[in-house]
């Protein structure tokens, strides 16, 4: 049993499920990977500088006030004016403060403990700070620590600012990527959107077209070649194969011919059940042939040769096809069609019936006006079809009471050729059921439809003249 057919590619896509939003979603993710690895790195390096520049400034300003305290030469003796640095203050060796600035923002008074840490950070009144001692030599404070600390605000919102940069890069950066890299995709893959557009209205009855390529050398350009290759090899292929079918029927329909006129002449004289059977059997083979011939011709070179026949003409000829079908409804109108293909479509499916009912079962074959229609039913007591099968059954070779495959696919070609259509199922009471309806003709017509003679000499019409 075949596998269902995929969704056709002009069905539209989600735009999560997308090729474009995926390479998108890909690159943003590379991008945010990006961003944070390099922007964390630029950041690390951005704030230990800072840091360094700022260590060093506080190392000079701590160098200078050693200096100028420990020499007498700079004239300053024991003052720690403002004008030096009012956070700053001499400890002894107890850690007790013996020198502080008269104005400082730190709360230092001579005689305190002294309340922070020598070297590293700290907070005074909200204010961030970072201090760094030195060893004092010289005539006045040897043996002493001078304290030196400036404010790191700075440094603080400098490495605040930055985190919330690269939090801001991190976020921002990604979604403009995913945006544009999705509009950008709807650009760069228009041509392979377009591709699968053509690509599903290829019928692989007829001879396939080439796809139209980029004018870009991309990879875009050489899937679609790819694709216009395999085209070409297809079409050459289903060429052979018609041809191949078509010499195979021709062989075969001259013998058949002849065995089935001897078969209906020997039937015709003796009687003899047998013969009779073996007459229905070629019949059979007559019309896989001829199932066979419209395959390998395609649909396109079916003309329909019309005429204005009684119902009842056509019920005769199919109970002589298929024995022991029940006929319902009304079959005394008028029908305009083709009749050896209108026989043709229904002999298939009352055919599929039989087999699928067996030879104790029930077909039944119904007529009746629905609208501006007229609807043909064919009921069976069968197993009815699979689930699975669904439309798939009207496909070429695909079977689901044994035969060819090929009798619902060209039925469902005659319906269409004749204005109709062709659908099928399951029925309420069980067992498939078929419904080929074509156009009523005769539904407005005036007295004049009575004129009409079933012998009036055919005459061959192309199905386009007549759609």
């Keep these: 049993m075949p596998a269902p057919l995929p969704t056709p590619s002009n069905a539209k896509v989600a735009w999560h499920e997308s090729l474009r939003f995926r390479l998108a979603l890909a690159f943003s993710l590379v991008t945010l990977v990006l961003v944070t690895l390099v922007g964390g790195a630029?950041?690390?390096?951005?704030?230990?500088?800072?840091?360094?520049?700022?260590?060093?400034?506080?190392?000079?300003?701590?160098?200078?006030?050693?200096?100028?305290?420990?020499?007498?030469?700079?004239?300053?003796?024991?003052?720690?004016?403002?004008?030096?640095?009012?956070?700053?203050?001499?400890?002894?060796?107890?850690?007790?403060?013996?020198?502080?600035?008269?104005?400082?923002?730190?709360?230092?008074?001579?005689?305190?403990?002294?309340?922070?840490?020598?070297d590293g950070d700290l907070m005074s009144g909200g204010v961030p700070f970072r201090g760094l001692s030195r060893r004092l030599t010289g005539s006045f404070f040897e043996g002493q620590t001078l304290w030196v600390a400036l404010p790191s605000e700075s440094l603080l919102d400098a490495r605040e600012a930055a985190r919330r940069a690269l939090l801001l890069a991190m976020i921002v950066t990604p979604l403009l990527t995913l945006l544009l890299g999705y509009l950008l995709g709807q650009r760069m893959l228009s041509h392979l959107g377009r591709a699968a557009e053509l690509a599903d209205q290829i019928d692989p009855a007829h001879s396939v077209a080439a796809l139209p390529l980029p004018n870009r050398q991309d990879e875009v350009h050489r899937l679609i070649s790819a694709i216009n290759r395999l085209l070409v090899r297809i079409d050459a292929q289903q060429t052979?194969?018609?041809?191949?079918?078509?010499?195979?029927?021709?062989?075969?329909?001259?013998?058949?011919?002849?065995?089935?006129?001897?078969?209906?002449?020997?039937?015709?004289?003796?009687?003899?059940?047998?013969?009779?059977?073996?007459?229905?059997?070629?019949?059979?083979?007559?019309?896989?042939?001829?199932?066979?011939?419209?395959?390998?011709?395609?649909?396109?070179?079916?003309?329909?040769?019309?005429?204005?026949?009684?119902?009842?003409?056509?019920?005769?000829?199919?109970?002589?096809?298929?024995?022991?079908?029940?006929?319902?409804?009304?079959?005394?109108?008028?029908?305009?069609?083709?009749?050896?293909?209108?026989?043709?479509?229904?002999?298939?499916?009352?055919?599929?019936?039989?087999?699928?009912?067996?030879?104790?079962?029930?077909?039944?074959?119904?007529?009746?006006?629905?609208?501006?229609?007229?609807?043909?039913?064919?009921?069976?007591?069968?197993?009815?079809?699979?689930?699975?099968?669904?439309?798939?059954?009207?496909?070429?070779?695909?079977?689901?009471?044994?035969?060819?495959?090929?009798?619902?696919?060209?039925?469902?070609?005659?319906?269409?050729?004749?204005?109709?259509?062709?659908?099928?199922?399951?029925?309420?009471?069980?067992g498939a059921e078929f419904r080929l309806s074509i156009p009523d003709a005769l539904l407005d017509s005036g007295d004049d439809d009575d004129d009409w003679a079933e012998d009036d000499e055919p005459e061959a019409t192309p199905v386009s003249a007549l759609h």
């Design 42 to 118: 630029m950041m690390t390096l951005l704030l230990r500088g800072m840091d360094t520049q700022f260590q060093m400034r506080l190392a000079d300003r701590a160098d200078t006030l050693s200096l100028r305290l420990s020499s007498p030469s700079e004239g300053l003796g024991e003052s720690l004016g403002p004008a030096l640095d009012n956070f700053s203050a001499v400890l002894d060796e107890g850690g007790k403060v013996i020198l502080a600035p008269k104005d400082s923002s730190l709360p230092l008074q001579i005689g305190d403990q002294f309340p922070y840490p020598l």
């Design 240 to 430: 052979r194969e018609k041809a191949l079918l078509g010499q195979i029927v021709h062989e075969l329909g001259a013998p058949l011919t002849v065995l089935k006129a001897t078969l209906d002449r020997a039937g015709e004289r003796s009687g003899d059940p047998e013969i009779q059977k073996a007459a229905l059997v070629t019949d059979e083979l007559t019309f896989t042939t001829q199932d066979l011939m419209q395959l390998a011709r395609g649909d396109l070179d079916m003309k329909l040769v019309w005429h204005l026949i009684h119902a009842g003409t056509l019920r005769d000829r199919l109970e002589r096809l298929v024995p022991g079908t029940e006929y319902a409804g009304d079959w005394s109108g008028m029908i305009l069609c083709d009749p050896d293909r209108l026989t043709q479509a229904l002999r298939n499916l009352l055919a599929n019936a039989r087999r699928a009912a067996g030879p104790d079962g029930r077909v039944t074959l119904t007529l009746e006006a629905v609208g501006d229609q007229l609807q043909f039913t064919v009921n069976d007591s069968g197993p009815g079809l699979p689930d699975d099968l669904g439309e798939s059954i009207f496909d070429p070779f695909v079977s689901g009471s044994g035969s060819s495959g090929l009798g619902l696919s060209v039925s469902r070609q005659i319906a269409a050729l004749h204005g109709g259509q062709l659908t099928g199922g399951n029925g309420p009471a069980g």
